[in-house]
């Protein structure tokens, strides 16, 4: 998830969006400097949505920490713990499947789990709070069970993963790479054509290794490519975090996967070298995929709409100067926040402006400061001058001045 401003790929050549040729619009036609033919591009993000879409444990989970803290608005007695079986143990490699977890859909979920028999499962935990109790639904459609255990704290979960692929040709990336094969042979353009996958929070961008069931991100790609000779290539982008265990865009990167068909080796020299370099010039990353559809879902539920991120609540500050969001004096400036909102924002007893005109100081200058390239703000820097006599306090000469 990277910042406003536009992608140095700009740098490496000239670049048409979405190009009229009387079929369908591929994203991109690329011309690198010094190439004779250019390259026809389309992006697709890949996500696992329709995969939680099918198995609704989130979904679950957030109905199920609803409820029990509606049951224990003061404080939760001890610990409890949802466990969601699976529909079979036995899904193999070329398995077409989608729903895995034995649960029903969300709008199903007060009749078969959070029904009378669980209002008295609750019950029965408030009543006896020392003791363990087990609640379970386990049917055709159900396979769930919830245990409460006196003497340890939070709400924890299981189940089985379920975004795993089983089939090289049915799973999110596959789809992904289908899709836009089909639109970039309608777009009525000669090629050559290469893919650009980035992950929306997609568990096969990032897993590391498959299991004996199922296939990984190499296997999928390679397979696609055989199938489609006229896509010369296919690049996988996610964002990944280091081990430091921090957050924060200076903990983040980007990882590439470059994966070439045949016809690749016959493309302009310009064009290869171009493709190899892409990322060099892309922004940095300021969120994980997985973060930034968390922070997009919050938002969301919120009320509120997203417009970037600002740095909103962070300032410095010496004696004569101020340095603040632009995006949040602009807020402030145009009534979208008042000056109570501004001062507990950045935690100020009393904020520079008032400080600064009650000791007659007033702004002589006001720069912008420019954010990064990743960064969806800017910094404004006021500057305060000397006191001003007219409206400054009167003051005795501090030495007699000679008459």
Not at 54 to 75: G, V, W
Not at 285 to 314: C, I, M
Request: glycine share 8%; net charge positive; proline share 5%.
């Amino acid at each position: 998830m990277g910042g406003r401003r536009t992608c140095g790929i700009f740098r490496l050549g000239q670049v048409v969006h979405q190009a009229d040729s009387g079929g369908s619009r591929p994203d991109m036609q690329f011309l690198p400097h010094g190439a004779k033919n250019s390259v026809v591009i389309d992006v697709a993000v890949v996500s696992d949505k329709h995969l939680h879409q099918q198995n609704p444990i989130d979904s679950l989970m957030e109905e199920f920490s609803r409820r029990i803290h509606k049951a224990f608005p003061d404080r939760v007695p001890g610990g409890f713990n949802l466990n969601v079986e699976p529909i079979s143990l036995e899904i193999r490699r070329g398995s077409r499947v989608l729903k895995k977890l034995r649960l029903p859909h969300v709008h199903q979920f007060k009749r078969s789990i959070f029904n009378e028999r669980f209002d008295s499962f609750l019950v029965a935990v408030t009543s006896f709070p020392n003791k363990k109790h087990t609640f379970a639904v386990k049917n055709d459609e159900v396979d769930v069970a919830i245990t409460f255990e006196p003497g340890i704290r939070g709400l924890t979960g299981g189940h089985p993963v379920y975004t795993n692929a089983h089939s090289k040709t049915s799973n999110p990336v596959a789809n992904a790479l289908h899709a836009k094969a089909r639109q970039l042979k309608a777009s009525r353009r000669p090629g050559p054509f290469g893919i650009v996958l980035c992950d929306g929070d997609c568990d096969l961008m990032t897993r590391r290794q498959a299991d004996w069931s199922s296939f990984h991100l190499d296997e999928i790609i390679k397979a696609f490519l055989q199938r489609n000779q006229s896509i010369s290539f296919v690049m996988a982008l996610s964002v990944l975090a280091d081990n430091s265990g921090r957050i924060g865009p200076g903990h983040l990167r980007i990882e590439r996967r470059l994966y070439l068909n045949a016809t690749f080796s016959d493309l302009d020299v310009a064009v290869k070298e171009s493709v190899q370099r892409i990322t060099e010039f892309l922004p940095p990353p300021a969120r994980t995929a997985t973060n930034a559809r968390n922070h997009l879902e919050w938002v969301r539920k919120a009320g509120q709409e997203y417009d970037g991120d600002s740095f909103q609540g962070d300032y410095s500050m010496s004696d004569r100067s101020f340095k603040v969001s632009l995006r949040t004096i602009q807020r402030y400036l145009t009534g979208g926040v008042d000056c109570k909102w501004f001062d507990e924002t950045h935690g100020f007893e009393k904020n520079p402006f008032l400080r600064n005109l009650q000791a007659g100081r007033l702004i002589t200058k006001v720069e912008i400061e420019r954010g990064i390239l990743s960064e969806d703000d800017d910094w404004l820097v006021f500057t305060f001058g000397e006191p001003d006599p007219s409206i400054s306090p009167f003051r005795m000469p501090s030495q007699k001045v000679d008459s």
